[in-house]
């Protein structure tokens, strides 16, 4: 025997598995699986889309178009573009008040996606827990899994409006609580965070010490209400990554450009894990994102209108057919309760696909408080969503 191996492990059998037991254990996201299924019928009316059916503005496309055109298909630094980071610290200077140093306390990502793992990656070690606030996009608790955290979900409550109740978020601290992770306007509840929610928030995050990760994708999808950021809440910024992106605001889901900014100590650790995984995000896509802060308003304030149009159509149907469904003021997502069809969300949206045609997305998707609602998005055209009304009548008769 070669004395090279002495002591490590020899077998001839081959293991069950390679994989790490941490993906071992990685649920598939209940959406995913949603979608094979829809992906195999026809006449469906799909309400379980999560991205805008806008296609990107015009002159974002040319941006992108010409940024190629100009032979610029090289890295950007790690951190993107200087001029983009710039962009994005004006446009949050103009918007929230808050600043941030271009030059190190902002790294462009491939979505918010990224920015998430990066956040995950950097702040973790094993162990320690994240609270997660509930229902959420998909991906929250499996990134702090992967990123060997412990996610605590803490759910928020219709008898709430889904706003947040910080003392649940309290009573879920332990010794080995690291982070807080919110994601306002949310998805899938559409709900936009109360500022008084937020602002006991920070004071919980403050007195334990805690981290907080603010995911603000659909910051300009709102309805008659402001977003507010929580960073610029007084006191917050210390201890807050803020996550942006451009992939919901300006139709650009495909672009993949997100942001995280911070204190330049968190957004440095950031930066290092993506410097060596990513390197840097798309080049085109950073000046088509350059653009879309440009010239992009007038095109979100057209997109918001319509939204909010059918937001209204959506909103006042499902509560018409005795699905209660509260106002959603943000992003572009309706969550009715369907308890009173007499089944659990993931029947209640597999019976409505197979009889009816309709997709809808199980709220136990997307965590705790999620169960007995179903996803609803109102990002598709008026005319389905009359369609859609219609079919979800003719099921609630049979059902309801
Ligand atoms: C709340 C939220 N955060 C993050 C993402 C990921 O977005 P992207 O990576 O396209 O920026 C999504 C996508 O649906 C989302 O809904």
């Not at 941490?22 to 992906?39: C, E, M, T, Y």
């Amino acid at each position: 025997m070669s004395t090279a191996f002495t002591g490590a492990r020899q077998s001839t059998q081959v293991r069950q598995s390679y994989l790490a037991e941490r993906v071992q254990n990685l649920k598939p996201s209940g959406i995913r699986k949603f979608f094979d299924i829809v992906a195999t019928m026809k006449d469906v009316i799909s309400l379980g889309i999560g991205e805008p059916d806008f296609n990107t503005p015009e002159r974002i496309l040319q941006a992108g178009i010409r940024s190629l055109q100009n032979g610029e298909t090289h890295y950007t630094s790690n951190s993107g573009t200087l001029e983009l980071r710039r962009g994005i610290a004006t446009y949050l200077e103009q918007r929230y008040g808050i600043e941030y140093d271009p030059n190190s306390e902002l790294v462009i990502s491939v979505g918010v996606s990224e920015a998430l793992y990066l956040a995950l990656t950097a702040l973790l070690d094993p162990g320690e827990e994240v609270i997660v606030s509930t229902p959420c996009f998909v991906a929250y608790q499996a990134e702090v899994i992967l990123a060997g955290g412990i996610p605590v979900e803490v759910p928020t409550l219709e008898d709430d409006d889904f706003q947040i109740r910080p003392e649940t978020i309290e009573a879920a601290i332990t010794p080995r609580t690291k982070a807080i992770l919110i994601g306002f306007p949310n998805n899938p509840t559409g709900v936009v965070a109360s500022k008084k929610c937020l602002l006991e928030l920070q004071d919980i995050a403050n007195r334990y010490d805690l981290a907080v990760i603010s995911d603000e994708l659909y910051d300009q999808l709102v309805y008659g209400v402001p977003h507010v950021c929580f960073a610029a809440l007084p006191g917050a910024r210390q201890r807050t990554l803020l996550l942006g992106g451009f992939s919901k605001n300006y139709a650009m889901t495909g672009w993949r450009i997100g942001f995280a900014a911070g204190p330049s100590e968190m957004i440095q650790g950031l930066l290092r894990i993506h410097q060596y995984t990513i390197m840097c995000a798309p080049t085109m896509a950073q000046a088509a994102a350059l653009e879309a802060l440009t010239s992009g308003q007038e095109y979100v304030d057209q997109m918001v209108d319509e939204y909010n149009r059918r937001r209204e159509l959506i909103v006042g149907g499902l509560n018409q057919l005795g699905l209660t469904t509260i106002e959603p003021h943000g992003a572009f997502y309706a969550f009715p309760k369907i308890t009173i069809a007499g089944m659990d969300d993931e029947i209640f949206a597999q019976m409505l696909l197979e009889e009816e045609r309709v997709a809808v997305v199980p709220g136990s998707a997307f965590g705790l408080g999620g169960e007995g609602f179903v996803r609803c998005s109102y990002a598709t055209a008026y005319e389905r969503i009359e369609e859609a009304l219609h079919r979800i009548e003719r099921f609630m008769r049979r059902h309801g």
